[in-house]
Each structure stands twice: as C-alpha cells, then as structure tokens.
C-alpha cells in the first residue's frame, strides 16, 4: 500500500507544479482539468503524509524501546499503543479512500420530483421534499436551477425539475433515487387519520453532448459523376462525393458543389449532422431508460424510504438504517443518510475488492 501512496504522492506533487506552469495557467480548459485532479487527490494525500508521520514515530517509539533507561521504555510502551491504534485508524480511513471512483460521482445533476400516489397530499408531499433537499443543497454551497415546474393543485408539485451544480453532486445525490413514502395526518384529513402517500426522486448524472469525432479510417469515400442542372462542370468530372461511415453505415453524399473538395466537405458536414442526430437519439433514450430504472412505480410499497411524522422516524429500508429525527431532517439536515448509504456502499465495493 505504501508504494501506491508514494506513487500518488508524487502525481499530486507533479499537478502541484503544473498549476504553476504559466503555459498551463494560460490554457483554462488544462488547468480545470489538472486543477480538479489535484483537489481530487488532496485528501487522500492528506491522510498519507499523517500516515507516514506516524509510521516514523513509531519506528522510533521501537527504538525507544531498547532504551535502558526503564523511564524512557515505559514512556515508549504508553506512545507505542497509541500510535499502533492511530495506524489501523489510518489505514482503515485510506482503504476507503483508495476505492476507485464513480468516474459520473463529479457529474452535476438532473434532479427530478414527482408526486405519486396520494392525491393532492403526494403533491404536497413532494413540495416538503423539495423544501428538505433545497436546504441541503444550500448547505452544501451548490448551485440549482428550476427547468421545469408543475404546481399542485392545492399546495406543492406535481413534478419540479432542478438542474444542480457543485462538487461531486451525483456521488452525494445518487442515493436518493426511488419511492419516498410519507405517514402522517394531511392538512387535507378532517379526521386526524394518518395517510399514506408516496412521491418519486431521480437523480440523473448530467451528460454532455460530446464533440463528435470520426476516425478518417472509418471513411470509405467515393467520387461519382454528377448529374442534373448545374452548369458546364456537371456530368463532365467526378465532382459528386459519397461518404460512408463504416461502423454506423451512416451515407452522405453532395454534388452541390463546383469541384470535389466542395463536395468533399458539403458531405463531411452532413455526415457529422446525422452521426451527432444519432448520438444525440441514444443520449435521449439512455437517459429515458436510466429514469425509468431509478424511480420504480411510485407506488407506495416500492419504496426506498420512510418519513413517519406522528414516530418523528426516518427510515431508509435498503440498509435498515432508522433515525429518530425528522424535524431535522426535513430542514435541510440529510447528511447523515446520505453518508450512511455511501459507507454501505463503500464496504460492498471493499468486499468486492478482497473477493478478487
């Protein structure tokens, strides 16, 4: 594990310097890039040198101990427990932290809630659940944007759609998908009976459209007289170009221009239009089922999550985690179930690890 460290180590010196590098500081796309694997590494780094700091007192803590001098082993002895105990600390801590990423965890987010079942106490539901998560997203410092919003009918939404921007947005958020159901007395209840109503939370990674990029390997090109009404250049020359697209079978083909090269580049611009048309029609549909993956029914038994207000409970039935403090938790304060559901997930992902 050590020499892993090390090599680390020296990748967050190697960034530390780049970030002085004028020729980088000049180029902001590479310092985003350079400056947000730094900041990556920071913490990892971080237990490492403290790592290491202990390593080396309790080198000389064993040293100590040949001391003939009793005072001086005794003293040893109390320093060598308490170092030993900060060493499995610290390496319990940098195992973790040594788990490789989601790469999508440092995605910004679509962020989706709807009411489900319940009538007009699932839309206002749904409204308490936006109250909750946009506190926490103010305590986290990160940025949303409303894009779409349909109010209920008597208080709440229907469906609020919010784009969020921060750091590692999705890696905090990702949990959070499914039914949320709801137990307590509706402000609409003449009869204080507790109901039970559901909304739905998606949490989606926000993709960007990449820049297409097309191998020139992948193009069979062919020239071909051109035909129609055009002047004195058609039907005398090969002007007319073909392209094929090899691993889509995507064509396109000009003959509107006045020599080959035209025509060349009148199809090359076709060509990336359908090919991004595609791409584009994939990105939808992925992101289409990926929804459709993460909310379930709506309905109130496929849940992922409990709010009883007459218990003051939370419970998160993935991990059977059962908290007695909603009042906090519907202001804003979700950290600890967000960070409950993140280790569980970290102790699948080590257990995964020591299998390989």
């Known amino acids: 594990m050590l020499d892993k460290l090390e090599l680390i180590y020296n990748r967050y010196v190697l960034l530390e310097e780049q970030l002085s590098d004028p020729s980088v500081i000049g180029d902001m796309d590479r310092f985003t890039k350079i ?34 001098d009793t005072e001086m082993r005794e003293m040893a002895k109390l320093e060598l427990n308490e170092l030993q105990t900060r060493q499995e600390e610290l390496e319990a801590q940098i195992r973790i932290l040594l788990i490789p990423k989601d790469p999508e965890d440092e995605r910004d ?75 307590r007395v509706p402000k609409t209840e003449s009869q204080g009976r507790v109901h039970t109503s559901a909304a739905t939370v998606v949490v989606m990674p926000k993709l960007e459209m990449e820049d297409i990029n097309i ?15 055009g002047g004195q250049h058609i039907n005398k020359t090969e002007s007319a170009v073909r392209i094929t697209h090899l691993p889509t079978g995507v064509v396109s083909e000009s003959q509107d221009g006045r020599s080959q090269i035209q025509n060349r580049e009148i199809a090359l611009q076709r060509l990336y239009q359908r090919i991004q048309e595609i791409q584009r029609e994939k990105h939808n549909n992925e992101v289409a089922a990926k929804r459709k993956s993460l909310v379930g029914s709506g309905d109130r038994s496929d849940k992922i999550r409990t709010y009883n207000y007459p218990q003051n409970r939370v419970t998160d039935h993935r991990i059977n985690l059962t908290l007695y403090n909603l009042d ?16 569980a997930e970290n102790a699948e992902m080590m257990k995964g690890e020591e299998a390989y």
């Open 35 to 68: 400056n947000k694997e730094y900041k990556g590494l920071q913490e990892l780094v971080d237990s490492y040198l403290v790592y290491k700091n202990v390593l080396d007192n309790l080198a000389n803590a064993k040293e100590m101990l040949k001391d003939e």
């Open 109 to 183: 987010v679509i962020f989706e809630i709807r009411s489900g079942t319940g009538g007009d106490e699932a839309s206002i539901f749904a409204g308490d659940l936006y109250r909750m998560y946009s506190r926490f997203f103010e305590r986290k410092g990160w940025k949303t944007e409303v894009i779409n919003v349909t109010e209920g009918a008597v208080g709440g939404y229907s469906k609020i759609v919010l784009e969020v921007n921060g750091a590692d947005v999705y890696g905090r958020l990702k949990f959070e998908s499914g039914a949320h159901r709801v137990q």
């Open 215 to 229: 191998n020139k390997a992948d193009l069979k090109v062919d020239t071909f007289r051109a035909s129609g009404a």
């Open 328 to 343: 906090q938790i519907m202001e804003g304060e979700i950290e600890p179930v967000v960070e409950a559901l993140q280790m």
